[in-house]
């Protein structure tokens, strides 16, 4: 476990030494904070206008906290390959790979502390949002649990598309290709979702279920589903274990 935390510590200052932690930072608060504005502007003006009609009062969770975990999820789709794309192409590009082969690191530790670091840097980026949402809990009464909840299903999907995206990066020098190539991956997982809305056979509903969105969904709802957690820990395991060996095998031509 020693090893594993050296290496996403290292991983972690890699990020923050460079100009992508603070770009990346800086992109997600603005986005973010738009639709944060946006989402809580809408909720004043419908709660204003039921109050003058006499109707009821409307949930802060479901206007406002689920909807922009929501953005969040969207947003990471491009965050994501920005993150990944460094892991172990740049290792490669700048000749660094050679000392971990032969270093007495073995290769899943390697790979387990550098999607670690590379997780870490992704919930970083989340906290920004936190510091939105906290604004409600100063002028409102919002249920924590299900943000908590919300927050938990974006860890768990960004952890999912960050080990594919380590994979990726296993495969290339090429910084620009394995973003690239993350991108089209974590695309397709995305809109796999899409085909059940057009085709109702069951191979649709078996392609669906491999959609990350389809998984989420309860979760920026404020409903843990033991099936979502599972299909996400399944493919976070995937991921790295398919790092784990792409990386044996450059281990194996060195």
């Given at each position: 476990?020693?090893n594993i935390?050296t290496?996403?510590g290292?991983?972690?200052?890699?990020?923050f030494?460079?100009?992508?932690a603070?770009?990346l930072?800086t992109?997600?608060?603005?986005?973010?904070?738009?639709?944060?504005?946006?989402a809580?502007?809408y909720?004043?003006?419908q709660?204003?206008?039921?109050?003058?009609?006499?109707?009821?009062h409307?949930?802060?969770?479901?206007s406002?906290i689920?909807?922009l975990?929501?953005?969040?999820s969207?947003?990471?789709l491009f965050?994501?390959?920005?993150?990944?794309m460094?892991?172990f192409?740049?290792e490669?590009?700048?000749?660094?790979?050679?000392?971990l082969?032969t270093?007495?690191?073995?290769?899943?530790?390697?790979v387990?502390?550098?999607?670690l670091?590379?997780?870490c840097?992704?919930?970083?980026?989340?906290?920004?949002?936190?510091?939105d949402i906290?604004?409600l809990?100063?002028?409102?009464?919002?249920?924590?649990?299900?943000?908590?909840?919300?927050?938990?299903g974006?860890?768990?999907?960004?952890?999912?598309?960050?080990?594919?995206?380590?994979?990726?990066?296993?495969?290339?020098?090429?910084?620009?290709?394995?973003?690239?190539?993350?991108?089209?991956?974590?695309?397709?997982?995305w809109?796999?979702?899409w085909?059940?809305s057009y085709?109702?056979?069951p191979?649709?509903k078996?392609?669906?279920?491999l959609?990350v969105v389809?998984?989420?969904?309860?979760?920026?709802?404020?409903?843990?589903?033991?099936?979502?957690?599972?299909f996400y820990?399944?493919?976070?395991?995937?991921?790295l274990f398919?790092?784990?060996?792409?990386?044996?095998s450059l281990?194996?031509r060195?």
């Amino acid at each position: 476990m020693k090893n594993i935390f050296t290496i996403c510590g290292k991983e972690i200052r890699g990020y923050f030494r460079s100009p992508i932690a603070y770009l990346l930072m800086t992109i997600f608060a603005v986005i973010i904070g738009f639709f944060f504005y946006s989402a809580t502007r809408y909720f004043l003006i419908q709660g204003m206008q039921m109050q003058f009609s006499g109707g009821g009062h409307q949930n802060v969770n479901d206007s406002v906290i689920g909807p922009l975990v929501g953005y969040a999820s969207v947003i990471g789709l491009f965050l994501i390959p920005m993150i990944t794309m460094r892991l172990f192409a740049e290792e490669k590009r700048a000749g660094t790979i050679e000392l971990l082969m032969t270093s007495p690191l073995r290769d899943f530790e390697i790979v387990l502390g550098k999607w670690l670091g590379a997780l870490c840097m992704y919930a970083a980026i989340l906290g920004i949002s936190m510091l939105d949402i906290g604004l409600l809990f100063l002028y409102g009464n919002p249920d924590w649990k299900p943000m908590l909840v919300g927050y938990l299903g974006l860890l768990l999907q960004g952890g999912a598309l960050l080990a594919i995206g380590a994979f990726i990066s296993t495969t290339t020098r090429n910084q620009i290709i394995a973003g690239g190539a993350t991108f089209a991956a974590c695309l397709m997982l995305w809109v796999l979702d899409w085909i059940s809305s057009y085709e109702t056979a069951p191979w649709a509903k078996a392609v669906a279920y491999l959609s990350v969105v389809s998984h989420f969904d309860p979760f920026a709802k404020g409903i843990i589903d033991l099936k979502d957690v599972v299909f996400y820990l399944s493919l976070i395991f995937f991921g790295l274990f398919l790092s784990t060996r792409s990386l044996e095998s450059l281990r194996w031509r060195a």
